[in-house]
């Protein structure tokens, strides 16, 4: 934890120990949630739980682990407890594990706190090292804003097509770009993961330094692009400026992926951002929806141009879920995502899926492809067709394979 908002934390506590103050604490741990170490998860959560609050004053600090701890106001303890129980309810309904939670009431509390945050007197090595580490931290974010900033930071981004395989012959439907954070480490020479507060900070520029490079580096290039985008980077007041900056028509062919959890968690920000996507000439699609997510999901009002839910291995009932969820969507809006495996396609088609995002899919838009033996055969596959007859043309060519079948090729 020796990192900024450590210390921060730190001097904070040790001025409420000299002069008490009637205030509530709520301490969140993340550590058992699914992506609870993905800073841009993790700070959808914490405006979760900030929204509750409404007008409180509150203070914020984003610690490792990952934690959050947020005092307010002694008046709002009844609010945390309430957001904390909705908060712990939506995540393990969607399968995303269990959210630990502690309040404290400042007043009479504040050693139970300072001794849950620092356990075993890490205070004097905190203390010996608060006056390096803020700044260490510092420097790194601004060598990240100096190559976000740069002319060239193509080598860094990664391009992911979306295929539909509705027609005889595969098309790409979109293109998602992203910054390789792998990539940027190394031209960097340091771990921007380590430290919390800097995860933070660098998740939200990625955002500006994608939407930099489309408006500087692709704006003739003229395929369609999906982009991972913050509900937070298209509320921020920054946001016009970097639109703008995208050609008219450029903008009409760029989709941005908001994450499906802030619909569920903070609704009215994600339908606020997807309207001012919309104002700037953006679509909007909803992404990482979790498969057993699919039949209860309220899209509150939106029209998103796509759907994007995870292919896992050995889902329960991922076949049904799919059905119902080309039914209820269409398969022109319904993506089958991180598909690198010939089970993905098998099960996502047999289902109605056209749509697919993944190395297998990838490789099945270019070269036939036969699935292992260990593969289950598709409940909707089409039947063997009989082998030809003596008498059969020699010229006509050989009945396509399962991928040829699956997909209406050959």
């Given at each position: 934890m020796a990192d900024a908002a450590a210390h921060t934390l730190l001097a904070r506590l040790q001025a409420l120990r000299a002069a008490p103050e009637p205030l509530a604490a709520l301490l969140a741990d993340l550590r058992g949630i699914e992506h609870g170490g993905d800073p841009r998860f993790a700070m959808t959560l914490d405006h979760y739980l900030e929204s509750w609050l409404g007008?409180?004053?509150?203070?914020?600090?984003?610690?490792?682990?990952?934690?959050?701890?947020?005092?307010?106001?002694a008046e709002a303890a009844p609010l945390f407890d309430a957001g904390a129980r909705a908060l712990a309810h939506t995540l393990l309904s969607h399968g995303f594990g269990t959210l630990h939670t502690d309040r404290y009431d400042m007043a009479t509390e504040g050693e139970r706190l300072f001794a849950d945050l620092f356990p075993d007197d890490a205070t004097a090595a905190l203390r010996e090292a608060a006056q390096h580490a803020p700044t260490a931290a510092l420097a790194h974010l601004l060598e990240v804003e100096r190559v976000l900033h740069g002319a060239d930071i193509d080598s860094i981004v990664r391009e992911q097509p979306v295929w539909s395989f509705a027609e005889a012959h595969p098309a790409v439907v979109t293109t998602e770009l992203a910054i390789s954070l792998e990539e940027l480490e190394s031209r960097l020479s340091l771990s921007l993961r380590r430290d919390?507060?800097?995860?933070?900070?660098?998740?939200?520029?990625?955002?500006?330094?994608?939407?930099?490079?489309?408006?500087?580096?692709?704006?003739?290039?003229?395929?369609?692009?999906?982009?991972?985008?913050?509900?937070?980077?298209?509320?921020?007041?920054?946001f016009d400026e970097l639109a703008r900056a995208i050609p008219t028509e450029m903008r009409t062919r760029i989709t941005a992926e908001l994450p499906c959890w802030e619909l569920s968690l903070a609704p009215a920000r994600v339908v606020a951002a997807a309207g001012r996507l919309a104002d700037a000439g953006f679509a909007v699609a909803l992404d990482h929806v979790p498969l057993a997510a699919l039949a209860g999901l309220d899209l509150g009002g939106l029209e998103p141009a796509f759907i994007k839910t995870q292919w896992i291995r050995g889902a329960s009932g991922a076949a049904d879920l799919l059905t119902a969820a080309v039914e209820r969507f269409g398969a022109g809006r319904l993506v089958l995502w991180r598909c690198d495996e010939p089970a993905a396609l098998e099960t996502g088609h047999a289902a109605g899926v056209a749509l697919f995002q993944g190395r297998a899919a990838d490789a099945a838009s270019v070269a036939p492809w036969h699935p292992s033996e260990s593969v289950p055969r598709p409940v909707a596959e089409e039947p063997e067709e009989p082998a030809p007859s003596e008498t059969a043309d020699p010229t006509r060519p050989p009945p396509p394979g399962l991928l040829g079948r699956l997909f209406g090729r050959g």
């Open positions: 007008s409180q004053p509150r203070e914020v600090f984003r610690l490792a682990g990952p934690r959050l701890l947020i005092l307010a106001p919390s507060w800097l995860r933070h900070e660098v998740a939200v520029r990625l955002d500006r330094g994608l939407l930099r490079h489309i408006a500087r580096d692709r704006s003739r290039d003229p395929r369609p692009f999906a982009i991972d985008l913050h509900t937070a980077t298209a509320l921020d007041d920054g």
